[in-house]
């Protein structure tokens, strides 16, 4: 079956410090893959996609995600986390037809 | 340009009620999904649309109904709400394939049914 894991429910990291949410997906076809993100009481944003170009994709806020076909693994990550991004981080697939398939989030929280 | 607008924001029902949630949209997209958030779920898809006057069955379809009568509009009805429907619903739209494009989302609306 295909699927979405996002490994962590929760995250912690120091302000400054590297962060790293992972996304693995289940598929023998690449697919279309992105990161969404959500602010407290808000709805969902792009936060980057990869469609098929170059393999390490740079998004918005300073994030960017590196596709990895032979480990199936879309993994999101920033250099330096900032207070701002607190939020929950959202992977999502396309495996070839109208819709996309959400993993189940994953929440990062920034330590001051 | 407002995007993606939802009403209402917030609802509480009975068990057994009925309401309609409004999604609009201003992008002239031809394609919109019902959302529905639940914690430690993720996002689970309802209905979805591919065009004016088309529906189709998403992950979770049972127990909602939707019309896309106009184009800028999808509706998600709840006939005989029940309690196992309490959860955030989020509308989304894309101009194109949506699997494949950017999904653009509303604010949500927080519904609770007791």
């Known amino acids: 079956a295909q699927s979405v894991t996002q490994l962590g429910s929760h995250v912690s990291v120091s302000e400054g410090a590297l962060v790293l949410l992972r996304c693995n997906y289940s598929?023998?076809?690449?697919?279309?893959l992105f990161w969404y993100v959500q602010y407290p009481n808000q709805g969902l944003q792009l936060l980057l996609k990869?469609?098929?170009?170059?393999?390490l994709v740079k998004g918005i806020n300073g994030f960017e995600a590196e596709f990895k076909k032979s480990e199936t693994s879309f993994h999101l990550t920033k250099p330096s986390a900032h207070m701002s991004d607190a939020a929950e981080y959202f992977c999502?697939?396309?495996?070839?037809?109208?819709?996309?398939?959400f993993g189940t989030g994953t929440r990062l929280t920034i330590i001051p | 340009n407002a995007g993606v607008t939802q009403t209402p924001k917030f609802r509480v029902l009975k068990t057994g009620q009925s309401m309609t949630l409004l999604c609009a949209q201003d992008?002239?997209?031809?394609?919109m999904y019902w959302y529905r958030q639940d914690p430690g779920m993720g996002l689970r898809l309802i209905h979805y649309?591919?065009?004016?006057?088309?529906?189709a069955k998403g992950e979770v379809p049972d127990g909602y109904n939707v019309s896309r009568l106009k184009k800028q509009n999808f509706l998600l009805g709840l006939e005989s709400a029940a309690p196992s429907q309490t959860s955030v619903y989020f509308c989304?739209?894309?101009?194109?394939?949506?699997?494949?494009?950017?999904?653009?989302f509303g604010p949500g609306t927080r519904l609770t049914v007791l």
């Open positions: 989304a739209s894309s101009y194109v394939r949506g699997g494949t494009d950017t999904q653009y």
């Open positions: 598929s023998s076809v690449p697919p279309y």
């Open positions: 990869y469609t098929s170009a170059a393999t």
């Open positions: 999502a697939v396309n495996f070839g037809n109208e819709k996309l398939t």
């Open positions: 992008m002239n997209h031809e394609y």
């Open positions: 649309s591919v065009g004016e006057g088309t529906t």
